[in-house]
């Protein structure tokens, strides 16, 4: 990743202006496509047909990612149960081509980008030819330099009000030093009545846990140019999250009774007090 640096005000929107820096995330677009696939809810105002007017001449995937299905589910209905509540702020970290902010779309609701600046220059690009640029707000982002909290204070953020943080897909991509800073400043930001939901990559407890990410990644097309970083026991990332000021109050794994079952952990935290 190279750095987004502080995000500048583009007159006329409430997005920043996002300069382009290397072409955009292959594994996003692949996501993206993934999702443009399935049957999805929407709000009364949002649009059923973003996602896939979003991966508009993106080129196709080879095969569908089942894996994902699940996990779109777990944060589709986070997003909704949130904006049922009355939580007025989401805050989607790496973000890529999601959809979400045009999907649920609701009044007095706020929705927050942070992705690398490369991919959201062309993120940007199709929302604007959508007419859609205004819906949600891009904040770049890069992860390994930037403070999550900084770059959403400038982007416009109230931390004094209730937020849902999303970290779907993001954080296997972080070394583990920029994991803790990055939730560590997400909690920095959180309100009374925020939470965090996230998507964690896990293996069984006693093996090395930087051994499983390299044969992972000698298995996986882009395991040289996105590898998978960080993959810990479900343990330590329980330890971590509290570490960070989160308290895990829910947890499943997506895929379990399949034969993946044990790879992955979704979990929805609190505030620590």
Known sequence: MTSAGRPAREQGTSSPRVENAGPPSRTSQAVALTRAAMSRPHTAHGDP??????????APIRRPRPGIWARTRFFDDQVLAAISAGVPQVVICGAGYDDRALRFRSPGVRFFELDHPATQADKARRLRAMGALGDVILAPADF?????DAVLDAAGHDAAQATLFLCEGLLIYLEQAVVRRLLAGLRSGAASGSS??????THPSGLDSAQVARELNAGRSHGDTEPWLTVLPVPAWLRLLGETGWLARSQAD????SAAEGRSLLVVANPAV
Request: aromatic letters at 0%; a negative charge.
């Open 49 to 58: 047909g973003a996602q896939l007017r979003l991966c508009e001449g993106m």
């Open 144 to 148: 390994t330099g930037d403070s999550a």
């Open 196 to 201: 965090l939901a996230a998507s964690l990559a």
């Open 254 to 257: 997506p895929l379990a009774g």
